[in-house]
């Protein structure tokens, strides 16, 4: 567990502990199964021979690191992004104080619930949406959740916090099934792709960045190589949202605090 449990840190910062023990062996058996190797240890030191792009350790990580998520998750910081930060974007694109674009990162996206939220907030609070260029990254560790983003269907646990109005104007339901397909437009505006919260992401600068939920399971030294990337990829004035018992306050002292879990950049760097 111990040698495993440390592989895994070192590769995603995610720090599992020992009460989760049974967990994490049901979900390494699975590889077992799939591989046909026969013990815990014979497939750590087969992963160990695999170069790190090899598609056996995309599926270890698709594995071990947890994607349950739903749309609209976490109402208030949805409320906010609606009702205060895309009328003011609006606002301002209407008096020319910023251009018609809006670039946004969902990182640790799962399986793209929060990327298609972003979306249909969008489409409903943004006048005239039509006439901006909308960005909406996705990314995440597991190439397995980035799958199921990509072809952005949903099941009814997943839309049940969506509002009506919006699941009629923004999915289509499937005729014999619970499952809900995004629009064209918001899979217009939608792209995904693999990423580690440990690595810088080459990107060119977000306006918005998502990361909730997600550092509960970082300790302090994964925090400390993760926060830094999400900083530099946010541009000047630039707004990062992450979850309410993220514990994150502490090393975001150069932003500003607009309220729980809601962080600005500094408009000048150095301000």
Not at 16 to 28: D, G, M
Not at 96 to 122: F, Q
Request: aromatic share 10%.
């Amino acid at each position: 567990l111990s040698r495993y449990t440390e592989l895994i840190y070192d590769r995603t910062g995610i720090r599992i502990s020992p009460q989760k023990k049974v967990l994490l062996s049901t979900r390494l058996r699975r590889r077992l199964k799939a591989t046909g190797i026969d013990s815990y240890a014979s497939y750590m030191n087969h992963l160990g021979k695999l170069p790190a792009d090899d598609s056996e350790w995309n599926a270890f990580l698709q594995e071990i690191t947890t994607h349950e998520s739903y749309l609209f998750r976490d109402q208030g910081h949805w409320d906010w992004f609606r009702d205060s930060y895309l009328l003011q974007v609006g606002k301002d694109a209407s008096l020319r104080k910023r251009k018609k674009s809006l670039r946004i990162w969902s990182a640790a996206c799962s399986t793209g619930d929060e990327v298609y939220t972003i979306g249909a907030c969008i489409a409903d609070r943004l006048l005239n949406h039509t006439q901006w260029e909308i960005d909406i990254l996705g990314t995440d560790i597991g190439v397995g959740a980035l799958q199921q983003a990509r072809v952005a269907e949903f099941r009814k646990r997943a839309m049940q916090l969506v509002p009506e109005g919006y699941r009629r104007r923004f999915f289509t339901k499937a005729e014999e099934s619970d499952t809900w397909a995004a629009k064209p437009m918001l899979t217009a505006w939608s792209r995904f792709r693999q990423h580690n919260l440990l690595d810088p992401l080459d990107e060119p600068p977000f306006d918005l960045i998502f990361l909730k939920n997600v550092f509960i399971y970082f300790d302090a030294n994964s925090k400390k190589k993760a926060i830094p990337h999400l900083i530099a990829a946010l541009s000047p004035g630039g707004v990062l949202v992450t979850g309410a018992v993220d514990f994150v306050n502490t090393r975001l002292e150069n932003l500003e605090r607009i309220s729980n879990g809601i962080f600005r950049k500094p408009s000048i760097e150095g301000s």
